[in-house]
């Protein structure tokens, strides 16, 4: 069964073996499994803390955690009751359609309106499809933002937002390279959680790795890029995401996490395509896809 929808989650199955988990909390992916084309072991390519919740009472500590409309503390005047983040993540969606269904790709979409409980804290029309993709050795996620507004007002009524993938990719992360940022423009988020506060920098590496706590907002990045590490690696192509964020909290910070299994910070590295910095400003009646693919490297990158 290509596609198996279950109570709290949907199963994606690739006629090849791969396969994905979808929970309807949050639209987060909690696990993609493939093998490559050298390794027929179909392995898990997310981490996922062992000590996170997967019933809906909290945010996926892993995963593919998706952001809207605010990336961290919310700093727009429309988003100051939402919690970091923002509320895609941590609200129930609603299962949709298979959206395609044969050898090369099994898709589904699951789709998000304002709830009640959306609309206390977020008073903005929008509706969201969130549409995830499987192959026999990648994943793709596609973020659908609709502006629903009916005003006629001049200037229009725009959507503003941020939308972020927050990919927790299974690597070791004493031994992880991310490229590539070199001579990029970021932000330094371990000197301020506020990103708009954080001083730019710019990045002098080749290949950015996580061996001390990471937290770094990279601008007007490549959205190619290659998580690679010895014996393994995962490549992530991006569109209409500029920005990107390396993730790595150390025991430093990732001990104080309390859903985060202990060590857990060894075992991901977070790369996250969006766009954080800044908004997107949608016009009524607009769509806007923030879309990436995940796909195993084949090849051995990194020999030493
Ligand atoms: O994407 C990196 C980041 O913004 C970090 O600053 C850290 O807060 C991480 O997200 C996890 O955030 P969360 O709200 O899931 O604990």
């Not at 299962?95 to 609309?119: E, H, N, Q, Y």
């Not at 927050?166 to 301020?192: C, F, G, M, W």
């Not at 959680?193 to 996580?210: L, M, S």
Request: some cysteine; charged content about 25%.
């Amino acid at each position: 069964m290509p596609v198996e929808i279950q109570s709290d989650k949907v199963v994606l199955r690739h006629p090849r073996g791969s396969s994905a988990e979808v929970l309807l909390y949050g639209a987060t992916v909690i696990s993609w499994r493939c093998p490559t084309e050298r390794n027929p072991e179909i392995a898990e390519r997310l981490f996922v803390s062992g000590k996170a919740a997967l019933d809906g009472s909290k945010p996926v500590r892993g995963g593919i955690p998706v952001i809207f409309p605010c990336f961290g503390p919310p700093t727009h005047p429309e988003h100051m009751k939402l919690s970091q983040h923002g509320f895609a993540r941590s609200e129930s969606w609603s299962w949709d359609t298979i959206v395609s269904d044969d050898d090369k790709t099994v898709s589904a979409r699951l789709t998000l309106g304002p709830t009640p409980g959306i609309s206390e804290r977020f008073q903005r029309p929008f509706q969201l499809s969130f549409v995830v993709g499987l192959s026999e050795y990648g994943l793709s996620t596609d973020l659908h933002v609709k502006n629903t507004s009916t005003s006629t007002a001049f200037p229009p009524e725009t959507l503003d937002f941020q939308a972020l993938f927050h990919n927790y990719i299974r690597a070791p992360a004493s031994d992880v390279l991310v490229t590539p940022l070199q001579h990029l423009q970021y932000y330094d988020k371990t000197e301020s959680t506020e990103v708009g506060r954080a001083t730019a920098k710019k990045e002098e590496r080749a290949g950015v790795d996580v061996h001390k706590f990471t937290d770094s907002v990279y601008e007007d990045a490549s959205q190619n890029y290659e998580v690679t590490w010895r014996g393994g690696g995962i490549s992530i192509k991006a569109a209409n995401l500029k920005d990107v964020v390396v993730w790595n909290p150390q025991e430093e910070a990732g001990s104080k996490i309390g859903d985060m299994e202990a060590g857990g910070w060894e075992r991901y590295v977070c790369v996250e395509p969006g766009y954080v910095r800044g908004f997107v400003q949608l016009p009524p009646d607009h769509t806007w896809v923030g879309h990436q693919t995940l796909a195993v490297i084949q090849e051995e990158r990194r020999l030493t």
